[in-house]
């Protein structure tokens, strides 16, 4: 099992910035993909972006592409995403994911594990 812990959300204001960090334990293994989705409410989860696990190869929804950057550091087994600035249509709770055989990184029934999800909220 691997247990994923996302942090760094908050209130922020419309063209400002945020960074979540998700920290992996358990049954770790730096070759997971990793992936950040978010919900909004009464909307379906949606893909924001994800990463390979040597970092060479990332993902990203159109929508944020260009102002948000994924990465990763094994070593502290903690992936990142740096979102800069941010609108309010991206309001939702953000979640991370892993999986270990990630064909598709922009479906979500393609991770084995979630976190429990952190709030973003963007004011106009």
């Known amino acids: 099992q691997v247990q994923l812990v996302e942090s760094g959300g908050g209130l922020v204001q419309a063209g400002g910035s945020l960074r979540l960090s998700c920290a992996a334990s358990?049954?770790?293994?730096?070759?997971?993909?990793m992936g950040w989705f978010r919900q909004a409410p009464g909307k379906e989860r949606e893909f924001v972006a994800a990463i390979r696990w040597r970092g060479e190869s990332t993902y990203y929804a159109e929508s944020v592409k260009g102002r948000f950057t994924i990465s990763r550091d094994n070593a502290k087994n903690t992936v990142y995403l740096q979102m800069d600035s941010l609108k309010p249509e991206d309001t939702a709770v953000y979640y991370c994911s892993a999986g270990s055989m990630v064909i598709s990184p922009q479906r979500p029934n393609n991770y084995d594990y979630w976190g429990q999800g952190t709030q973003v909220t963007v004011s106009s």
């Open positions: 358990g049954r770790t293994s730096s070759s997971y993909t």
